[in-house]
């Protein structure tokens, strides 16, 4: 049965494939929303036009105000912030923008968790549990495991229980079907780039397409691996400064004929996670009757995304997602790789043994592994020790494109003989997660059980509940809301007696749009048209409890109207401008930037702490009088 999301996602595509151009918009009435959508974000700062001095600032009170107005529908989505408020109270005085993606729990949970821990430990006669003995102690540790990829999926990986639980909720989550698709659990997504690198056959499949306007690490495994097995490498190129798909390259490389009979593999993401920009289903279309195999990467979108990745329609040979535990602490976590189970033949000739894949094992509150199959506690002795699973994690990040040698994976895998001899696949019953209706209220909602359950054991899953609570719509038209006064209110941030108008902030990628993503990416000049070092601003906001990111944005573009040379004047010194000598050195040159992510817990107030902090800026004393109060206090200075 499709969800609501799903039948309104098959609506847009009907319209959409209507229109056979690329990256255009068919209806009008979808032009006007966004012209009015636009005009509100615009009236959301009226009157105020310019701001000049960071003490004149209206007070966050009076611009929500404004903000409310100008976004009556805001207030419709209350219940996020009752959510963040009884259930992630940790962000109080945290603005969290470093990072986008789905938690598992919530932080709230810790707590809980952590107490539980405390009183069971007073009885010496209470059963492990679920649990872990300090705030800083995860809900479940990583275990590494050695081993063939079409064999795993050929064959089925030998399960934890807690894989199988979370391996059906996540899958639940996903709105992805278990007959269609199975799923392997991976470090991380470097190691499942690299994971598809040593598997996939580059020899016939020659051809490797990536759609990234920034630099990942992830890709530059993948890109490195896979030139050493033969591949052709092509990037997307993206058009300064609006960082759009430069359509008519990107559709030259995927209609592009080969001899050789496969293609090959096209990794596409549907936006980018830096500059926020959109792209269109089609490619994915375009690719598929072109021969390719299709790897989705999902990292980007925010929670509830996956309801509009039309799966229904483009089912993709690959996807890749991450999870991480709680949202505002250490984005730890893992990744999650779903495989057409009609695609895994491409596998087949594979006989490389990777390491990438893992499996999740619970704390118990005394640091051991709980195996529920078990009728009794494992002794730490039948446990890997810490030194045996440092010893196993470090194989991973020290392994090459190349298989890892036979002598490394026969000591992994007797570690691994040491678990799973107590383990046993039992079938779990997954409890129906159901869509809560937006006007539920968060006192129903945490009283409604949402768990699933083996056994005597229950295991709440509160962020990925949370998201399905709160439900796309919602979550979409909040971040919308919210990105969009962000850029409105920077953009109007100027340097002071600055005869031309000097903006102190840059905004890279689409700038206020109806449908851009929930990431943006910025730069901060100062008063001689100078970029600021994003490293120092990261460190500047960190001091006043601002996360951001930063980045490197690549495969820019510039088209014959823009004075590339003007575009790359805060990018490279003067002489290093004049090596730039034609267009595929300047495609090569990288442009670092901040970043910020917003999700379904990001509010206003975060907003406004943002922008106030980057109103400092206009100080052109400020980083001076920073640094010598950081100096002042007895700590190590800041760098400029």
């Known amino acids: 049965m499709q969800s609501p999301c799903i039948r309104e996602a098959s609506t847009c595509f009907?319209?959409?494939?209507?229109?056979?151009?690329?990256?255009?918009?068919?209806?009008?009435?979808?032009a006007t929303s966004h012209h009015e959508f636009t005009n509100s974000t615009v009236s959301s700062l009226y009157p105020y036009t310019q701001f000049t001095n960071h003490e004149s600032l209206p007070s966050h009170e009076e611009l929500f105000s404004n903000f409310t107005r100008a976004y009556p529908q805001y207030l419709e989505t209350y219940l996020a912030d009752q959510i963040r408020v009884q259930e992630y109270y940790h962000l109080l005085n945290h603005v969290c923008l470093d990072y986008i993606g789905n938690g598992l729990f919530?932080?709230?949970?810790?707590?809980?968790?952590?107490?539980?821990?405390?009183?069971?430990?007073?009885?010496?006669?209470?059963?492990p549990t679920l649990s872990f003995n300090s705030s800083t102690v995860p809900f479940f540790h990583i275990l590494n495991k050695p081993a063939n990829l079409y064999s795993w999926l050929h064959h089925g990986g030998q399960e934890s229980e807690l894989d199988t639980i979370?391996?059906?909720?996540?899958?639940?989550?996903?709105?992805?079907?278990?007959?269609?698709?199975?799923?392997?659990?991976?470090?991380?997504?470097?190691?499942?780039?690299?994971?598809?690198?040593?598997?996939?056959p580059f020899h016939s499949n020659r051809d490797l397409l990536t759609v990234y306007d920034f630099v990942n690490e992830a890709v530059e495994i993948l890109i490195d691996c896979s030139k050493k097995k033969g591949a052709q490498v092509m990037s997307a190129e993206f058009s300064w400064p609006k960082m759009s798909i430069h359509s008519r390259n990107l559709r030259k490389m995927v209609t592009s004929k080969r001899k050789n009979k496969g293609r090959g593999l096209f990794v596409f993401p549907l936006q980018s996670r830096?500059?926020?920009?959109?792209?269109?289903?089609?490619?994915?279309?375009?690719?598929?009757?072109?021969?390719?195999?299709?790897?989705?990467?999902s990292t980007a979108s925010g929670p509830k995304e996956m309801e509009t990745l039309g799966l229904s329609f483009f089912k993709p040979d690959f996807l890749y997602c991450s999870f991480y535990k709680i949202f505002g602490e250490n984005p730890s976590g893992f990744g999650c790789l779903f495989v057409k189970k009609s695609s895994a033949v491409v596998f087949k000739s594979s006989t490389s043994t990777s390491i990438g894949i893992i499996s999740l094992l619970p704390a118990t509150r005394h640091g051991q592994f709980l195996d529920k199959s078990s009728s009794f506690d494992i002794d730490t002795e039948q446990q890997p020790s810490p030194s045996e699973l440092k010893k196993?994690?470090?194989?991973?990040?020290s392994s090459s494109c190349s298989s890892v040698s036979v002598q490394q994976d026969e000591e992994v895998i007797e570690l691994e003989k040491l678990k799973e001899a107590n383990e046993k696949q039992e079938d779990i019953i997954s409890s129906e997660i159901t869509e809560l209706n937006n006007s539920l209220n968060i006192n129903q909602f945490r009283n409604r059980n949402v768990t699933s359950t083996t056994g005597d054991s229950d295991i709440e899953f509160r962020g990925l509940d949370h998201a399905d609570s709160l439900g796309l719509i919602l979550i979409r038209s909040r971040s919308r809301y919210l990105v969009n006064w962000l850029i409105n209110a920077m953009m109007i941030l100027q340097h002071p007696h600055s005869e031309f108008g000097l903006p102190l902030v840059k905004i890279y990628g689409p700038k206020v749009r109806f449908d851009r993503g929930p990431a943006l990416a910025l730069n901060i000049f100062d008063w001689k048209g100078e970029k600021v070092d994003p490293k120092l601003v990261q460190k500047l906001a960190d001091r006043n409890n601002i996360s951001l990111g930063s980045g490197v944005l690549k495969n820019i573009w510039f088209s014959d109207k823009h004075e590339?040379?003007?575009?790359?004047?805060?990018?490279?010194?003067?002489?290093?401008?004049?090596?730039?000598?034609?267009?595929?050195?300047?495609?090569?040159?990288?442009?670092?930037?901040?970043?910020?992510?917003?999700?379904?817990?990001?509010?206003?107030?975060?907003?406004?702490?943002?922008?106030?902090?980057?109103?400092?800026?206009?100080?052109?004393?400020?980083?001076?009088?920073?640094?010598?109060?950081?100096?002042a206090l007895n700590q190590r200075a800041i760098e400029v």
Do not use: C
């Open 14 to 30: 009907h319209s959409f494939f209507m229109n056979p151009s690329f990256d255009k918009l068919d209806s009008e009435s979808a």
């Open 106 to 127: 919530s932080f709230s949970q810790q707590d809980i968790h952590y107490s539980a821990t405390l009183t069971a430990s007073t009885s010496t006669s209470a059963p």
């Open 166 to 200: 979370i391996r059906k909720r996540i899958t639940s989550f996903m709105n992805i079907s278990e007959d269609e698709y199975s799923m392997v659990f991976t470090a991380n997504q470097s190691s499942t780039y690299k994971l598809l690198a040593d598997n996939y």
């Open 274 to 297: 830096m500059t926020g920009a959109r792209y269109s289903y089609q490619w994915l279309r375009k690719a598929q009757e072109n021969g390719w195999h299709i790897l989705l990467d």
């Open 392 to 397: 196993a994690n470090l194989a991973l990040s």
């Open 564 to 631: 590339e040379e003007n575009a790359l004047l805060h990018i490279r010194t003067p002489e290093h401008r004049k090596l730039l000598k034609n267009k595929k050195d300047r495609l090569d040159v990288g442009v670092s930037v901040l970043t910020a992510s917003f999700g379904m817990l990001t509010n206003f107030e975060d907003m406004y702490r943002l922008w106030a902090f980057a109103s400092k800026f206009l100080d052109a004393d400020f980083v001076e009088k920073e640094r010598w109060r950081y100096t």
